[in-house]
């Protein structure tokens, strides 16, 4: 066994948008693989046509190109043992249904058609021991069999999960008799998945703890066909941090929907890849090469791991930070474009205009989208301002009016050339007018930004250009001397 090429699949349904808990299964199956110098599969389990979306399949390509996720065999490159989607593969599920139908493994179930081909217990060894006479009926009806799978009634069905350890079924306790084939000759899920991880010779299935009670049930079918059953790492829940699991009620679930608000694949990688795994108990960055190097399924936790949009958010900012000023312009300008400060394809002008935006908002961004609040005083004009935001708290407006006018003072007197001796004027004229820093430069930042947050005053000072900012100043005068009187 330890020859073996390692190859693992990642086999999503097209049912809706890929989320967290996906992405998570289909990384640690990608970084698994590349780890071991092995294959990476792109499976599509589309059998379910009734719950089958477009737009769901289309998603998992964005989600994967948008990851950089490059599988070695799927529908798109090929390879030895396609087709690698499911509906393209039906006639091999009918092949080997009736070939355990024909072992002895499985059985025609003409019983199905009146209660739904899901029937579960009690009902689902029904069609068992139907006799001839009575099979004849269905016959003359027009009825079709479903294939149902012979659970035995004695006996256990265990398995040595490479994250859970042993685990071990009644089959009594097992679903009985799950439907392997349907009447409209669609494999269920349990067949098809079975058949392709057996065809596509798939050595190692990594996937969500939600599947644990289906394995059982595949191991019956590979042992209904004598195949050598794959081994299974079952991943760890993802919860949200309330302790349920991860919902839309947390906020985003769907990647894509995580590029639209700013984040970096890279960060998203990074932090999705921590959810329930671990390279040591500190580190926390890894580049992609790196996890495609130290991956190791002994490092996957048992425990349900914690989606925590904080820290995203955290790690997003750490990794834009990362980036070289050309690197943000280009990941910046579509943020732009959007807003209409910049034209589509973008201008040099747009390029350079924004590359001296870089040093002011690099350390304040935390999702890209943010460029958007934190530029906006310099791509659009300010026609009203906010007396409130322009007073500093436990402030008078008076106040407010005399802190604005000696800061603009100072600025004026002083120039934006020396940061140093600028900033010792300011606090100059703080300790004279009895205030801090703070609250002296409070309304003439409002004043110039058109809000509390904004990046470094100079700088900002210094894109706006001093006759803009002198408009903005008498602009906001105004209205404290309007509150005033
Ligand atoms: N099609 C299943 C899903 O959507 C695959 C489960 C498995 O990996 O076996 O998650």
Same mark, same amino acid.
């Given at each position: 066994m330890s020859e073996e090429q390692v190859r693992v699949r990642y086999a999503p349904s097209p049912t809706g948008m890929q989320h967290i808990g996906g992405i998570r299964t289909a990384l640690f199956n990608y970084f698994f693989a590349r780890s071991q110098g092995g294959a990476f599969i792109l499976r599509i389990e589309d059998t379910d046509q009734t719950r089958f979306h477009e737009d769901a399949l289309r998603d998992i390509y964005e989600t994967f190109a948008w990851l950089g996720i490059e599988p070695d065999? &799927? #529908? +798109?490159?090929? =390879? +030895?043992?396609? #087709?690698? *989607?499911?509906s393209e593969r039906l006639q091999r599920y009918q092949t080997y249904a009736g070939e355990l139908v024909a072992s002895g493994r499985a059985y025609l179930d003409y019983t199905s058609a009146q209660r739904g081909e899901q029937g579960a217990a /009690?009902?689902?060894?029904?069609?068992? @021991? $139907? &006799?001839p006479e009575e099979i004849q009926r269905y016959k003359d009806a027009g009825v079709r069999p479903v294939v149902r799978l012979l659970v035995p009634l004695e006996g256990t069905t265990e398995f040595d999960d490479l994250v859970l350890g042993r685990i071990k079924r009644k089959n009594k306790d $097992? #679903? /009985? @008799?799950? *439907? %392997? $084939?349907?009447? +409209?000759?669609f494999p269920t899920y349990h067949l098809a998945n079975v058949v392709d991880d057996h065809q596509m010779k798939i050595t190692h299935v990594l996937r969500a703890q939600e599947w644990v009670p289906s394995t059982p049930i595949h191991l019956l079918i590979y042992d209904a066909f004598g195949w050598e059953p794959p081994r299974f790492a079952h991943l760890p829940m993802v919860m949200g941090k309330d302790g &349920? !699991?991860? &919902? !839309?009620r947390h906020g985003a679930t769907s990647v894509i929907e995580f590029r639209r608000q700013g984040y970096l694949p890279q960060a998203v990688m990074n932090y999705v890849t921590l959810l329930g795994w671990s390279f040591d108990d500190s580190r926390e960055f890894f580049s992609r090469q790196e996890l495609e190097e130290l991956f190791k399924i002994e490092k996957i936790n048992k425990a349900p791991a914690v989606f925590d949009y904080r820290k995203l958010d955290w790690f997003n900012g750490q990794y834009l930070r990362e980036l070289s000023p050309e690197q943000l312009t280009g990941e910046l300008l579509p943020w732009l474009q959007a807003e209409g400060w910049a034209a589509t394809p973008a201008t040099e002008e747009d390029r350079t205009r924004l590359l001296a935006l870089i040093p002011l908002i690099q350390e304040r961004l935390k999702l890209l989208q943010d460029v958007v609040p934190l530029t906006r005083f310099l791509y659009q004009d300010i026609t009203s301002w906010d007396a409130q935001a322009l007073v500093p708290k436990k402030a008078s407006v008076r106040e407010a009016l005399e802190w604005l006018d000696q800061a603009w003072a100072v600025v004026e007197s002083q =120039? %934006?050339? +020396?940061q140093e001796e600028l900033d010792e004027a300011f606090r100059r004229a703080a300790d004279a007018a009895g205030t801090k820093v703070g609250n002296l430069l409070m309304p003439l930042r409002v004043a110039l930004? =058109? =809000?509390? *947050?904004? /990046?470094p005053l100079v700088g900002s000072l210094k894109e706006l250009g001093m006759d803009r900012a002198r408009e903005r100043i008498a602009g906001a005068r105004a209205v404290l001397e309007a509150t005033v009187s």
């Open positions: 065999e &799927s #529908p +798109d490159h090929g =390879g +030895d043992f396609g #087709p690698y *989607v499911q /009690p009902y689902a060894c029904e069609g068992r @021991d $139907l &006799s $097992l #679903p /009985p @008799d799950p *439907v %392997l $084939l349907k009447s +409209d000759g &349920s !699991k991860l &919902s !839309k =120039g %934006l050339a +020396d930004t =058109g =809000g509390t *947050v904004s /990046p």
